[in-house]
């Protein structure tokens, strides 16, 4: 089902036409650092540790709530207006009767540049008032409740996640929010994405759904979290801990057997090391497998591959249906376009799609960050409400906000 703006109509200036001139694409010239000071509210920024990606205005907005029938559609669109990629975002429903719509946006330019952004710290006010949604002791029932789920649906993995809720006496500066996640997140993917509403999606993910890059295909799910901790000792035990514990371990094979059956029907060759590897982020210890395949059909584009993809274990459960009915029921708010994905893909069907997770969506006054965490038959609700308060510190440290009670 489309939504009333999707697919062919152009958005122009109120009581004018589209503008005629053509889109530009900007050379790697520019330092990272001067793509994120230049971030605005309203523009795309995807960045990484080796590049940056910032796109500025609009030629055409397309939305359509079936995320397939959507990739269908952006090869035309960038052909008939010359543009040389889309960026936006998937929502986390992509189910039959979701009512949000995946959201992209071909932009009137685009800049490129590599090398990590380097910026001065910028400081944010506190908040006037701050909402957990659920409380932590609700939280922690939910899980309880998911765990006992499982065995009576026959699931094998849901992931329950949680909000906090932050009000400031003045708007948020979205900008500032985003240049400190960029700094402070080097290895992760930075990202800010204007959403329909006026709302902005901003975070900082380490988890790259995939990346197309001719032939080649590249997803690097994480499953499995531990905290990190300020002393070095317990820091090491906690990713030991993380390595040789089983529950984490199964809850990320559920992910990788998921990935390699949905990308096998896309690729000659796959490749997937036999044991995942520890990589840790500021706030978390992580379980992740790098997985590389090849294409059997070169027209298969980035966002084919994504639609395809997402939702993933890592973010709903599995089976897919099943854990998202339960994850609907158990959590208090709608997802919308937390736990989706956010990305870009060009007119030669490469692209970079990351899993939008350690996010916010900011409003004029307003933030609602999420975190969640993977529920399988051996978790511990006190456990999986401490993992989800470390995913918040993400976000939380690029505000200056890290001792805030969550």
Not at 110 to 130: D, K, M, Y
Not at 280 to 292: G, K, S, V
């Amino acid at each position: 089902m489309s939504s009333a703006s999707s697919g062919a109509e152009p958005q122009t200036p109120a009581g004018g036409q589209a503008p005629l001139d053509p889109p530009k694409a900007v050379s790697p010239a520019t330092p990272a650092h001067d793509l994120a000071a230049r971030y605005q509210r309203g523009d795309f920024l995807f960045t990484t540790a080796e590049r940056a990606l910032l796109a500025q205005g609009t030629i055409r907005t397309v939305t359509e709530t079936d995320p397939r029938r959507l990739a269908s559609a952006i090869p035309g669109v960038l052909a008939e207006t010359g543009a040389p990629l889309a960026v936006g975002v998937l929502p986390f429903d992509t189910g039959p009767d979701t009512k949000v719509p995946g959201h992209l946006v071909v932009p009137r330019t685009v800049h490129r540049s590599e090398g990590a952004p380097s910026l001065p710290r910028e400081v944010l006010p506190a908040p006037v008032r701050v909402r957990a949604v659920p409380s932590p002791a609700q939280h922690m029932a939910a899980v309880s409740a998911a765990v006992e789920a499982l065995a009576s649906r026959d699931l094998r993995k849901a992931v329950l996640a949680r909000a906090l809720d932050l009000e400031f006496a003045a708007p948020v500066s979205a900008e500032s929010v985003v240049r400190n996640l960029a700094v402070g997140n080097p290895r992760h993917f930075t990202y800010a994405a204007e959403l329909p509403g006026g709302r902005s999606l901003v975070g900082a993910t380490p988890e790259l759904l995939l990346r197309r890059t001719g032939r080649t295909v590249f997803s690097s799910p994480h499953a499995g979290s531990m905290p990190r901790s300020a002393d070095p000792a317990t820091d090491r035990a906690n990713g030991e801990a993380l390595r040789t514990s089983r529950k984490d371990q199964l809850e990320h094979a559920v992910v990788i057997d998921y990935l390699v059956e949905a990308l096998r029907p896309f690729c000659r060759t796959l490749e997937v090391p036999a044991e995942p590897e520890l990589v840790t982020t500021p706030a978390i210890w992580h379980l992740r497998t790098p997985i590389t395949g090849e294409l059997a059909d070169p027209d298969v584009t980035a966002l084919d591959l994504a639609a395809a993809l997402h939702p993933t274990p890592a973010v709903c459960g599995t089976p897919t249906d099943g854990a998202r009915e339960l994850v609907q029921e158990l959590e208090p708010f709608d997802r919308d376009y937390y736990a989706g994905a956010v990305g870009w893909v060009d007119a030669s069907g490469d692209g970079e799609w990351a899993v939008a997770i350690r996010c916010a969506e900011i409003a004029s006054t307003s933030m609602r960050l999420y975190a969640g965490g993977g529920i399988v038959p051996a978790s511990d609700p006190q456990a999986e409400l401490d993992e989800t308060t470390a995913k918040f510190r993400t976000l939380l440290s690029a505000m200056g906000l890290e001792d805030l009670p969550v």
